[in-house]
């Protein structure tokens, strides 16, 4: 079967999935069934909905918590986990100028997925993460908080996005490909963020997600039913490493602890040191094991014992005795040529295989008589071992260490072939050359630990330990990290107890306040431009009267003037003439003709001098001056007990208009708004909209966003981009002459954690990553 033929047959499989017979039950999430919604829920009532076949809810108020339990979010991560292609699917009425999230499938900071709709701004936002592990947020500029019923479907299939809203294809995109390897402990909420932010008002009905990428079909069975292409003609298959959360771990307790016993230092008491049950008083001294050990201020205090050297006499040498710590001179007795001291045996076999059994005493060899027989063996032949310390073989793996030894402090007995040895435990060293007796090392002291900076290393019983200085907090067994009160704002980090760097364009204690670099004179722009601050940064934006010719330059010299008489984009009435001038235009009068002065807007005629508000922007007046329309926004004037607050949120005093901060921390009154993950945060009449922060665009194949920065810039090697513009019709060859396509990645031959990738044309040098 040829590749058109084959490309048919999917076709026709992936349209017979929605259609003809329904959905596969194995690819539909039917979010209301899988919550039992109506079971239980404060703030969410069944209603009357767009159509009698199923069940609708209206989500009203904001002290609701509708999330899954563990065992469906669990189940819904395993049907979406790995996949590329979805749809997510909802029929809703949302409340007028309501900003809320439909539904929302996240793990701590970082959505996978999430579908919301903003009624303060007329945009549905689609928030998921990407492959580069980045937080990825597409804005689609429409309005669904209209009080009015929309069918809503975002299809998903790789890096392409179709936005469908009453069964009209609104919008089609490429983007950068959802990353939906989900770890399972992620959280499922309807209607909302979490349980403090995003709540959507409204009415919702038939909310789904399909594993399928022309779900829409399912709500919209009149559309063109055309098969997807972008996932099956790229044919990725991406190993992703999971992502770890490490938990930080707090230490304050021990802190708290420390100053404490710091404390006792002043009382007058007499300390005293326990030791194997015994108890010493201050100043008293005794040896232990090969350690002399005094009791000072309550704190044993040992160091080794120094052995000098035995001036043995003839006939003696030094050896080790049961419950000494230093050689002693022992007499010695000559068996076969070779020297035994006092205790020590030796068997001997004669001719007849027969065995006899020496032992050394008073200086010379005696025999010693078994008044047992050998036990009998239970291993073959060839697995038993003569000793030459007795008389009796045993078997091989013989366990010397359960008969009695000589390992004393901190040694460990190990079992060799025909014997036993003494070696010391993990983090001690010998005191002598037979490991029997051991110190510990002091891993602090002599700089042989592993902590890093903001901590304090401790030494312990054959380890460490490694402290959080005050103000610091645990990250992992061996380093901290900086806490500071009431937390760094606008994407700061904490550096140090209580200490914010601030990210680039943000000042004060918490990176709370915006520098404003176009006031502070950082900043001179074109004339043709005019400097605007943003939250973190500022761009130079073209004049009334001039656009960008497209080369958009940093400081506006690109602004080139609009010539409004020949775009229309002017408001002469008829009896005047159009002039075009740098940065605007003149309505002129011909000669020997009295004009009004009046203006043209929205067609309508508007006589010179009359004021009016905008039908479409309330807050928006407008003013016709001699054949030209000037509008503004309405000045607010907190002071005046009738301000309109829909126009002037900043003047709007009551409590229920306030907002909480993500951090739980900080509340922002109404109209303030804040930068939060490089997102533009605001609050209106009680209710949190967040959007991407607007950045210049960036005019360049190969991109980067700076660490502690939002916005991307442009680089030159493709190697360093986080992004870049992939051209599918360029290729890179890997080290076995195989064709990858640009964007694709693949485990490097041979090996399990290199990862490479193509990049427009480059083969990336390769990266390695664990493999769990």
Same mark, same amino acid.
């Given at each position: 079967?040829?590749?058109?033929?084959?490309?048919?047959?999917?076709?026709?499989?992936?349209?017979?999935?929605?259609?003809?017979?329904?959905?596969?039950?194995?690819?539909?999430?039917?979010?209301?069934?899988?919550?039992?919604?109506?079971?239980?829920?404060?703030?969410?009532?069944?209603?009357?909905?767009?159509?009698?076949?199923?069940?609708?809810?209206?989500?009203?108020?904001?002290?609701?918590?509708?999330?899954?339990?563990?065992?469906?979010?669990?189940?819904?991560?395993?049907?979406?986990?790995?996949?590329?292609?979805?749809?997510?699917?909802?029929?809703?009425?949302?409340?007028?100028?309501?900003?809320?999230?439909?539904?929302?499938?996240?793990?701590? *900071?970082?959505?996978?997925?999430?579908?919301?709709?903003?009624?303060?701004?007329?945009?549905?936002?689609?928030?998921?993460?990407?492959?580069?592990?980045?937080?990825?947020? *597409?804005?689609?500029?429409?309005?669904?908080?209209?009080?009015?019923?929309?069918?809503?479907?975002?299809?998903?299939?790789?890096?392409?996005?179709?936005?469908?809203?009453?069964?009209?294809?609104?919008?089609?995109?490429?983007?950068?490909?959802?990353?939906?390897?989900?770890?399972?402990?992620?959280?499922?909420?309807?209607?909302?963020?979490?349980?403090?932010?995003?709540?959507?008002?409204?009415?919702?009905?038939?909310?789904?997600?399909?594993?399928?990428?022309?779900?829409?079909?399912?709500?919209?069975?009149?559309?063109?039913?055309?098969?997807?292409?972008?996932?099956?003609?790229?044919?990725?298959?991406?190993?992703?490493?999971?992502?770890?959360?490490?938990?930080?771990?707090?230490?304050?307790?021990?802190?708290?602890?420390?100053?404490?016993?710091?404390?006792?230092?002043?009382?007058?008491?007499?300390?005293?040191?326990?030791?194997?049950?015994?108890?010493?008083?201050?100043?008293?001294?005794?040896?232990?094991?090969?350690?002399?050990?005094?009791?000072?201020?309550?704190?044993?205090?040992?160091?080794?014992?120094?052995?000098?050297?035995?001036?043995?006499?003839?006939?003696?040498?030094?050896?080790?005795?049961?419950?000494?710590?230093?050689?002693?001179?022992?007499?010695?007795?000559?068996?076969?040529?070779?020297?035994?001291?006092?205790?020590?045996?030796?068997?001997?076999?004669?001719?007849?295989?027969?065995?006899?059994?020496?032992?050394?005493?008073?200086?010379?060899?005696?025999?010693?008589?078994?008044?047992?027989?050998?036990?009998?063996?239970?291993?073959?032949?060839?697995?038993?071992?003569?000793?030459?310390?007795?008389?009796?073989?045993?078997?091989?793996?013989?366990?010397?260490?359960? *008969?009695?030894?000589?390992?004393?402090?901190?040694?460990?007995?190990?079992?060799?072939?025909?014997?036993?040895?003494?070696?010391?435990?993990?983090?001690?060293?010998?005191?002598?050359?037979?490991?029997?007796?051991? *110190?510990?090392?002091?891993?602090?002291?002599?700089?042989?630990?592993?902590?890093?900076?903001?901590?304090?290393?401790?030494?312990?019983?054959?380890?460490?330990?490694?402290?959080?200085?005050?103000?610091?907090?645990?990250?992992?067994?061996?380093?901290?990290?900086?806490?500071?009160?009431?937390?760094?704002?606008?994407?700061?980090?904490?550096?140090?107890?209580?200490?914010?760097?601030?990210?680039?364009?943000?000042?004060?204690?918490?990176?709370?306040?915006?520098?404003?670099?176009?006031?502070?004179?950082?900043?001179?722009?074109?004339?043709?431009?005019?400097?605007?601050?943003?939250?973190?940064?500022?761009?130079?934006?073209?004049?009334?009267?001039?656009?960008?010719?497209?080369?958009?330059?940093?400081?506006?010299?690109?602004?080139?003037?609009?010539?409004?008489?020949?775009?229309?984009?002017?408001?002469?009435?008829?009896?005047?003439?159009?002039?075009?001038?740098?940065?605007?235009?003149?309505?002129?009068?011909?000669?020997?003709?009295?004009?009004?002065?009046?203006?043209?807007?929205?067609?309508?005629?508007?006589?010179?001098?009359?004021?009016?508000?905008?039908?479409?922007?309330?807050?928006?007046?407008?003013?016709?001056?001699?054949?030209?329309?000037?509008?503004?926004?309405?000045?607010?004037?907190?002071?005046?007990?009738?301000?309109?607050?829909?126009?002037?949120?900043?003047?709007?005093?009551?409590?229920?208009?306030?907002?909480?901060?993500?951090?739980?921390?900080?509340?922002?009154?109404?109209?303030?708004?804040?930068?939060?993950?490089?997102?533009?945060?605001?609050?209106?009449?009680?209710?949190?909209?967040?959007?991407?922060?607007?950045?210049?665009?960036?005019?360049?194949?190969?991109?980067?966003?700076?660490?502690?920065?939002?916005?991307?810039?442009?680089?030159?090697?493709?190697?360093?981009?986080?992004?870049?513009?992939?051209?599918?019709?360029?290729?890179?060859?890997?080290?076995?002459?195989?064709?990858?396509?640009?964007?694709?990645?693949?485990?490097?031959?041979?090996?399990?954690?290199?990862?490479?990738?193509?990049?427009?044309?480059?083969?990336?040098?390769?990266?390695?990553?664990?493999?769990?």
């Amino acid at each position: 079967m040829g590749l058109f033929q084959r490309f048919l047959v999917l076709c026709m499989f992936c349209i017979s999935s929605v259609v003809g017979f329904g959905v596969d039950p194995a690819l539909r999430i039917s979010v209301f069934d899988e919550l039992t919604l109506g079971e239980g829920f404060d703030g969410v009532t069944q209603v009357q909905g767009f159509h009698g076949e199923s069940r609708a809810f209206h989500f009203q108020g904001t002290s609701r918590e509708v999330k899954a339990p563990a065992e469906v979010s669990k189940r819904t991560v395993q049907k979406l986990k790995g996949k590329n292609e979805f749809t997510v699917l909802a029929t809703l009425k949302q409340d007028h100028l309501n900003s809320g999230v439909i539904l929302s499938i996240h793990h701590s *900071e970082h959505r996978f997925l999430e579908l919301e709709s903003s009624g303060q701004r007329s945009e549905v936002r689609l928030h998921y993460r990407t492959r580069s592990h980045q937080d990825h947020t *597409e804005v689609f500029p429409y309005s669904l908080a209209d009080d009015q019923w929309h069918k809503v479907s975002i299809a998903v299939s790789a890096s392409h996005v179709i936005l469908h809203v009453d069964c009209n294809r609104i919008y089609e995109r490429v983007v950068e490909a959802p990353y939906m390897d989900i770890p399972e402990d992620t959280s499922f909420w309807l209607g909302q963020r979490n349980a403090a932010h995003g709540f959507f008002k409204g009415v919702m009905q038939d909310v789904e997600i399909l594993v399928m990428p022309q779900g829409y079909i399912s709500q919209c069975p009149d559309l063109n039913r055309t098969c997807p292409t972008c996932n099956d003609f790229h044919g990725l298959v991406q190993k992703i490493m999971e992502l770890q959360d490490i938990l930080a771990k707090t230490s304050s307790k021990l802190s708290r602890a420390e100053e404490k016993m710091n404390g006792l230092d002043g009382c007058y008491c007499e300390r005293t040191c326990s030791v194997k049950g015994v108890v010493y008083r201050e100043d008293e001294g005794w040896t232990d094991g090969c350690r002399n050990c005094t009791c000072t201020n309550g704190t044993v205090q040992c160091d080794a014992v120094s052995c000098p050297p035995p001036q043995c006499p003839a006939g003696t040498a030094p050896a080790y005795v049961k419950g000494a710590c230093c050689k002693e001179c022992l007499s010695v007795c000559l068996f076969g040529g070779r020297e035994l001291v006092e205790g020590d045996q030796r068997a001997v076999r004669d001719s007849s295989g027969r065995c006899l059994l020496f032992e050394c005493r008073d200086r010379s060899m005696h025999r010693v008589v078994q008044s047992e027989p050998c036990p009998e063996l239970n291993c073959p032949e060839s697995e038993q071992v003569a000793l030459n310390s007795r008389c009796c073989k045993v078997c091989r793996g013989h366990d010397f260490c359960s *008969e009695g030894h000589g390992c004393v402090e901190h040694s460990d007995c190990v079992n060799l072939e025909a014997g036993d040895c003494c070696v010391c435990k993990d983090g001690f060293r010998p005191l002598r050359d037979d490991n029997a007796y051991c *110190e510990d090392i002091d891993e602090c002291a002599e700089g042989k630990h592993y902590c890093r900076e903001n901590t304090m290393c401790v030494n312990t019983p054959g380890s460490f330990m490694c402290i959080c200085h005050t103000g610091y907090i645990r990250i992992d067994d061996y380093s901290c990290t900086a806490m500071c009160d009431g937390l760094c704002q606008n994407g700061g980090t904490c550096v140090s107890p209580n200490n914010c760097a601030c990210q680039q364009g943000f000042t004060g204690e918490r990176c709370e306040t915006d520098i404003d670099e176009c006031v502070d004179g950082f900043v001179e722009c074109d004339s043709k431009s005019t400097c605007v601050n943003l939250p973190g940064w500022y761009h130079c934006e073209c004049r009334d009267g001039y656009h960008d010719n497209g080369l958009f330059s940093a400081n506006g010299e690109s602004c080139v003037d609009i010539n409004e008489c020949k775009t229309g984009r002017n408001t002469c009435a008829n009896d005047t003439v159009c002039f075009n001038l740098e940065g605007g235009y003149d309505c002129r009068c011909p000669h020997g003709h009295n004009c009004t002065g009046d203006c043209i807007h929205d067609n309508k005629v508007k006589h010179s001098g009359q004021i009016w508000v905008l039908d479409s922007d309330r807050c928006s007046v407008c003013s016709c001056q001699a054949g030209q329309v000037m509008c503004r926004r309405m000045v607010c004037d907190c002071d005046n007990p009738n301000a309109d607050l829909f126009c002037c949120p900043e003047c709007d005093p009551r409590l229920s208009s306030q907002c909480l901060h993500q951090n739980g921390l900080l509340t922002f009154g109404s109209g303030d708004t804040w930068v939060e993950n490089c997102q533009q945060c605001q609050c209106l009449q009680g209710q949190v909209d967040c959007w991407p922060l607007p950045c210049p665009p960036v005019d360049c194949e190969f991109t980067v966003v700076p660490e502690g920065e939002c916005c991307p810039r442009c680089v030159t090697d493709p190697c360093q981009a986080d992004t870049i513009r992939n051209d599918i019709t360029k290729t890179c060859t890997d080290e076995h002459n195989i064709s990858r396509f640009s964007g694709s990645s693949w485990i490097k031959h041979g090996t399990e954690c290199t990862l490479c990738q193509c990049k427009v044309g480059y083969w990336q040098q390769p990266q390695h990553h664990n493999r769990k």
